[in-house]
Nanobody
């Protein structure tokens, strides 16, 4: 079993930056592929970014490519999402997710573990 706890959300202005953290416990992070998803009000949950268990490959949704960076610190059992040049359309609840193995997926049902989410609000 894996427990995931997100933090770092908040209210910012367009153009600002935020860094989200996802602390994992219950299982070593090095055996998991980690991802971030988000869900805006009235919209479906969407993939944001993923990083393989080895940490050497990262994947991004087109909407965040070049602005967001996913990284992991296996020693700290923590995954990060650095978000720069934030836009109002980035407003959503951001969720950390994990799955065993080295493959990543852009669909949520492929992930076995989820955090409770952290709210990110970007004002214009």
């Amino acid at each position: 079993q894996v427990q995931l706890v997100e933090s770092g959300g908040g209210l910012v202005q367009a153009g600002d930056s935020l860094r989200l953290s996802c602390a994992a416990s219950g299982r070593t992070l090095s055996s998991l592929t980690m991802a971030w998803f988000r869900q805006a009000p009235g919209k479906e949950r969407e993939f944001v970014a993923a990083v393989r268990w080895s940490g050497n490959r990262m994947y991004y949704a087109d909407s965040v490519k070049g602005r967001f960076t996913i990284s992991r610190d296996n020693a700290k059992n923590t995954v990060y999402l650095q978000m720069n040049s934030l836009k109002p359309e980035d407003t959503a609840v951001y969720y950390c997710a994990a799955r065993a193995g080295s493959n990543y997926y852009t669909v949520g049902y492929k992930y076995d573990y989820w955090g409770q989410g952290t709210q990110v609000t970007v004002s214009s």
